[in-house]
């Protein structure tokens, strides 16, 4: 009896070698959950699934249900996202997000946020100055892992909800935290964010910039396309991509060698201004 098949939309986030010739595609479908497939002989050069399974990829389609893995039957290229394969600094940030989302998505269980989340990103990303990828990487994962539940608290005490005003990004307004210009607030990851003065003198937090964690907070808040015109500095980022990396790493176990390769690449780049 023919396995019963069904067709839907999914973002290529990983692709590993099967056997000879085969390919195993970890698909971001559009209900958000994750779909892992196997293509046969998609690593022959003459197969069609070769070009249209590539990473970073959106494709149509029709798989076959198997008892472990689903069976790829027919692909039909969406949207390729082609220049991110090209250009090194975009290729490593954009590995980031799609990392991210393998693990951060589980199959069979829905989040319907996140895959117009990578669509929009990959997308912006696509157009966007390599300079510009791994803020849009830092960006990507501070909102996937909010949307995952994982929010840390940027306005209010994470412990008692007082309202907590952080330095923004032009410098002002450092409200509880005097000493300008970009005073640290105590952070704390395992009560969930900032902490106000008075619970930061009763609890475990460690001295963040503030100027990093409003930054994270206009991340969550803004746009791709947004944040693509008026990105943070190189060193900016890479304290953003630290907190990221630090915040995944306690409340989901996740480490990603692709963040720490951005790290790497962004302090070999700009090593003066770091
Ligand atoms: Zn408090």
């Known amino acids: 009896m023919a396995s019963p098949t069904y067709r839907t939309r999914g973002i290529v986030v990983r692709k590993r070698a099967l056997g000879e010739a085969d390919l195993v595609v970890s698909l ?13 002989g ?14 970073f990829s959106s494709v149509d389609v029709l798989l076959a249900r198997g008892r472990t893995l689903d069976i790829v039957k027919e692909a039909r290229l969406v949207r390729g996202h082609g220049a991110l394969r090209c250009d090194y600094e975009l290729t490593l940030a954009a590995s980031v997000a799609a990392d991210a989302v393998d693990h951060l998505a589980q199959e069979s269980l829905e989040q319907q946020r996140i895959f117009p989340m990578t669509e929009a990103l990959l997308t912006v990303m696509e157009g966007a100055s390599p300079a510009s990828g791994a803020a849009l990487a830092a960006a990507f994962l501070l909102k996937a892992l909010a949307t ?5 608290a940027l306005d209010a005490c994470a412990a008692c909800g007082a309202p907590v005003s952080l330095a923004r990004a032009d410098g002002q307004n450092a409200g509880g935290y005097p000493g300008n210009p970009f005073p640290s607030a105590p952070f704390s990851v395992g009560e969930g964010g900032v902490l106000c003065p008075g619970c930061a003198s009763q609890l475990q937090a460690q ?10 907070q206009t ?4 746009t791709f396309s947004a944040l693509a015109v008026r990105p943070p500095t190189p060193a900016e980022t890479v304290d953003l991509l630290r907190l990221a990396n ?21 302090q070999r780049c700009h090593g003066g201004v770091l």
Do not use: C
């Open 219 to 222: 991340m969550i808040e803004s």
């Open 207 to 216: 001295p963040v910039s503030a100027l990093t964690l409003a930054n994270a």
């Open 42 to 55: 998609a690593r022959k050069p003459a197969s069609t699934f070769s070009s249209r399974l590539e990473l």
């Open 246 to 266: 630090l915040w995944m790493g306690y409340h989901t176990g996740i480490r990603l060698k692709s963040l720490e390769q951005l790290v790497l690449g962004l």
């Open 148 to 152: 995952f539940g994982y929010r840390p």
């Open 28 to 40: 971001l479908d559009e209900s958000g959950a994750k779909v892992a497939a196997v293509a046969k």
